[in-house]
């Protein structure tokens, strides 16, 4: 089975800081790793993904994960975070085992950036 | 084009009643989730519908608990004999599937469910 561990339930950060949300996952076979946002009073939307290929991976909005094999972590990070970043960040995985696997998530971290 | 529907948006019920709650996904995703979002819990994996294989229901948390998607398209996330740990936010999401994976989830705004 596969778990996923976020390891800060709230980040509170001030504007143009840079920022690091942690995520370790424990899995016996490959996965592949997503970063999902859901801003307030919003649905969840996928932010990055990691599929194969560059262990980096970019959103269209600054923040970038990187995926490291050997620690079973996929952390994710901004150089200069906005207001508007301001949501709450969910990491998680999916086993590519063969067949069609389920998505698995771990609890969120909030995060809060102050002016 | 539309996206994830879910119905109702909120519901209050009391302890002991059934419910149900409905999703309607994207046209042509042959995948379909459901989650709950509790406070301070996260996303906690439900039931897992792909194409005519049989469900993943391994996330289910008890018998009260089960769900149906009719005619690969609609589904109902049903719970009986509701009680007061069962209020949360119920999430419906669907995905155009492939083997490899990485297709997004596309949610919809959810199911509140408050039970007295």
């Known amino acids: 089975a596969q778990s996923v561990t976020q390891l800060d339930s709230q980040v509170p950060v001030f504007e143009e800081a840079p920022v690091e949300l942690r995520c370790n996952y424990s899995s016996s076979v490959s996965v592949y790793l997503f970063w999902y946002v859901q801003y307030p009073n919003q649905g969840l939307q996928l932010l990055l993904k990691y599929l194969s290929g560059s262990t980096l991976v970019e959103s269209i909005n600054g923040f970038e994960a990187e995926f490291n094999k050997s620690q079973t972590s996929f952390h994710l990070r901004k150089p200069s975070v906005h207001i508007s970043d301001t949501a709450e960040y969910f990491c998680a995985v999916r086993p590519h085992r063969g067949g069609y696997n389920k998505l698995i998530f771990g609890a969120g971290t909030r995060l809060a950036v102050h002016p | 084009g539309a996206g994830v529907s879910q119905s109702p948006s909120n519901k209050v019920t009391e302890k002991g009643k059934d419910v149900e709650l409905r999703c309607d996904p994207i046209s042509g995703h042959t995948a379909l989730y459901w989650y709950r979002q509790s406070l301070g819990q996260g996303l906690e994996f439900l039931i897992y519908?792909?194409?005519?294989?049989?469900?993943?229901k391994s996330g289910l948390p008890s018998d009260r608990f089960s769900a149906e998607r009719t005619g690969g398209s609609v589904s109902t996330l049903t719970i009986q004999r509701t009680q007061q740990e069962d209020s949360a936010v119920y999430l419906c999401?669907?995905?155009?599937?492939?083997?490899?994976?990485?297709?997004?989830?596309?949610f919809g705004n959810g199911t509140r469910l408050t039970v007295t």
């Open positions: 519908f792909q194409g005519n294989s049989a469900p993943d």
């Open positions: 999401a669907s995905s155009l599937e492939s083997v490899s994976g990485g297709s997004p989830l596309h």
